[in-house]
């Protein structure tokens, strides 16, 4: 069955640094796009960032450009996000999500995303 499992989150003063990893397994890692949501205490989901199955093209939401960075390892079944330059408004449960199919080459919509991890927590505070 399809698992995705997040790690790396944890508290961090805002300006620091974390990066989240999410290790994948039950499907064809390589051949399906894979994307970072996160929900905010109180806020519904927003799309952080997306990657295709190849890793060859990466999107970001206009919140996190320019300091998150996606990445993956197809060798390894895992996606990253690196985070840099974190804020308080960064706080969140941060989750791996997978494309339902193979023919969607990246989505910003929750909608279409199958299968999602367990979600990792994401504190920024002084």
């Known amino acids: 069955q399809v698992q995705l499992v997040e790690s790396g989150g944890g508290a961090v003063q805002p300006g620091g640094s974390l990066r989240l990893a999410c290790v994948a397994s039950?499907?064809?890692?390589?051949?399906?796009?894979m994307s970072w949501v996160r929900r905010a205490p109180g806020k519904g989901l927003e799309w952080v960032s997306g990657?295709?199955?190849?890793?060859?093209?990466?999107s970001y939401a206009d919140s996190v450009k320019g300091r998150f960075t996606i990445s993956r390892d197809n060798a390894k079944n895992t996606l990253y996000l690196q985070m840099n330059s974190l804020k308080p408004d960064d706080t969140a449960v941060y989750y791996c999500?997978?494309?339902?199919?193979?023919?969607?080459?990246?989505?910003?919509?929750?909608?279409?995303?199958?299968?999602w991890g367990q979600g990792t927590q994401v504190t920024v505070s002084s």
């Open positions: 039950g499907f064809s890692f390589s051949s399906y796009a």
């Open positions: 990657i295709t199955s190849g890793g060859g093209s990466t």
């Open positions: 999500a997978k494309v339902w199919h193979t023919i969607v080459v990246l989505s910003t919509s929750p909608n279409e995303y199958d299968y």
